[in-house]
């Protein structure tokens, strides 16, 4: 593991990762802008999908351009984001300058966290390995805890 560290440029991959992501919102801002009759035709019965649609329709109503700055913080959403944005069509300049500052800003969080686990990996192992014995040992006493409640309700059934 050693030797890969260090192993790529952070620059050309910082700029790698940013042109991908923006690449892949605007790739479905577009699809919604072009396909915006046939995605709406194909999710007519998908309540859960348009539900999910509507929701995000309603925070562009509410919160606007906004929405777009904020949707890397937005687990979950970021796809529907960029979808609900091209089948709103909402602008694209504004989408793109707005979605790739979000990008920039969320990567570089990444990137400094990834930074940070970097410089110490090492007290991470440490502190996985104790949570997985805390984990175990909570697990063994609910086994234990569990298969005593169940022999104790047994025994009394046989009673």
Known sequence: MDELLGFLKFSVTYIVVCVGSILGFMTLYF???LFK???????EGKSNFLKKMERIENWFRKYGYKVILINRFLAGARSLVALT??????????????????????NGILAFCGYLLGENRGLLIEYITRYNYLVLFILIIFILAYSIYKYRNRIKWFA
């Open 31 to 33: 699809a919604g802008v």
């Open 85 to 106: 944005a091209g089948i709103s069509e909402m602008d694209g300049r504004k989408v793109f300058l707005l979605a790739l500052f979000s990008i920039i800003f969320w």
């Open 37 to 43: 009759e046939r995605i709406m035709k194909k999710t």
